[in-house]
């Protein structure tokens, strides 16, 4: 039989699935208040901003804090770093003090007193441009140290301009020293002495930008004050978030006309182009804003700590705001496209469009467009090319494309999907109730066990996006414990909110043509019940076969569904054969089909029926092997 086929093959060709850790991090969304996303600006994070406010003369390495080994072995140059003696490692011909001239020039700058030390630190920056090495990244350092003692004798200026040069270059120190200043000189009442300054001006706006929550409102007015009296502004467009964020439309118009081009700038038009009911203008503005902060964001270390990069990054944010325009906009496709660009972010936001907006074909046509290869065991927790191929198989087996739904399935998937899918498919070949009911139990012990990898929703109601561990719409809800046990916790209950909904009638249609068989968590549990108690209705009621499958219907909801577990109980009781050993809902022997033939009516001949649809089942088992060695030749053709 095809049943029996499909279960060899499930067990000869399903690998071993190794166990997970469990754990995500908590989703960002901009779908839960689509609303709020497109009017909010976000506040920036001053770490980052404040590796934007100049542009490094020179690219200076920037080292870590581990030690480094220098190639001058047997050298002189190296005799006399050791012995303390830095002057006498200058006086050395260039060529004999390649790896230790920058060494000594910044050690002279640690051991000499001011103003000394400060032309001394300079002198390694020279040395480096000259093209002596610089292995240790101690030029970039020499920024910071040079700017300290500059502050210490309170020229807060040239240390302002020093520790942005250190900032842009990349070095851990830079931002955080530049924050220290900014907040020291607001305290002190002196911000208009850096405000007179480029960059000055420049730090005290991103400050104000991206920290205003640590002054009071008399401290943030006075700031605000002194930055609009300039004689000439500098950051304007920063001035301008400034003025959108406490809603100040017509001041943050005012602002934002006399900015640039900047990607900051660009987003402020957008957003207000956006209050403003100018879409397309909107649009445009927000493309600039992408286009500038992939250039920007693009260019962080994702290695090189917490603050290293946006979190999240700016250019995703500005993809998720015109996703959400597309999407109110019935631009489907162009919404899927904004977000892919920021999967790593909004993974959830692109399993919703993805499976719930987006038509079977639309997905499929965006998935093959990615050209990413046969697809393979994707990482939970994570949104990639294989996760979002995932989708769309279990999509497919779904809605029943069971043979084109192989191709995009990972390979631990595929033998349980062919599996289910040679028994859903073989139901259709045969008119013996008997039959039917072996078939459809057996879609159930699949639907069960490996339901949410070939039939689980990446996003609600499964989660199979966070291998079903999380669900975001979850939330405890404390209630009285009125348990007198005290070694029982009932002092709280799981609540759903559904925060993922469509956003308009056009998309509310799509979203609900594209449910699953169940909205509940787990919903291939439910359809496992389905399944199993459809096999129960095309049973004799004496037969414990009949009783089997409501039991094994009544074990897929034990924890998700007590009270369908109860009726399913009492359908038993009422209707089920009293001679039956066995503990319902818990313990269920395999059903003894052939046995239940001897209760029908009449005599039935089910082998013509039982063949035809074991030749069916075969042939959908062949189809799909065939598509899916196609599929796999023609990308192992490319390059």
Known sequence: MAVGLAIALAAALGPERPATACGPDFPVSLLRDRGQALAELPEGRFVVEAAELVTPARRYAVVGAEPVEVDDADREERRRYLAGD????????????????TWAAYMLGRTTGWPAAAGYYRQVRALVDA????????AASSLGQEARLHLAHGDRVTAVRLYAEQAALGHPDGA???????????????????????????????YLATRRVELTDAEAARVWEALVAAPRLVVPERLAAIAYQEGAWDRATALVARA???????????????????????DRAMA?????????????????GYDACWDPRRVDRVRGDRALVALDDGRWLDAMAHLWGSHGTYASDVAYVAERVLTIDELARFVRGLDAGAPGDHDEFAMDADALAAILGRRMMRAGRYAEALAYLPASARAPAMAYAAARSALAHTDDP????????????????????ILGTAAAPDWELYGAQYDPDARWDWVEDTDPDPDVDNGHEIVRVERLVPGGAAEAGRYVASAPAS???????????????AAADRLPHRSQAYAMALCQAATYVHSTDPEREQRLW??????????????FGIDCPAPEFARARRYLPRHRAPWPALIGGGVAGLALIALALTLWRRRQRRFAARP
């Open 131 to 138: 093209g002596f090495a610089d292995d240790a990244g101690l």
């Open 519 to 533: 909205t509940r968590r787990y919903h291939y549990r439910h359809l496992a019940a389905d399944l199993a108690e």
């Open 288 to 304: 600039a804003a992408e286009q500038g902060y992939a250039e920007r964001d693009g260019a962080c270390d994702q290695d090189g």
């Open 176 to 206: 955080p020293s530049l924050l220290i200043v900014a907040r020291a000189a607001i305290a002190d009442g002196a911000e208009a002495g850096l405000i007179a300054d480029p960059t000055g001006q420049a730090l005290i706006a991103t």
């Open 434 to 453: 008997i039959a039917q009911a072996e078939l459809l139990y057996t879609a159930s012990l699949f639907a069960r066990k490996d339901g949410l990898a």
């Open 570 to 583: 009492r359908r038993y009781v009422r209707t089920g054969p009293a001679a039956v050993s066995f503990d």
């Open 260 to 282: 640039g081009a900047s990607p900051l700038a660009s987003w402020v038009r957008g957003k207000l182009a956006l209050r403003a009911g100018d879409r397309p203008a909107a």
């Open 86 to 101: 830095y002057a006498g490692v200058l006086a050395l011909p260039a060529a004999e003090r390649q790896h230790r001239s």
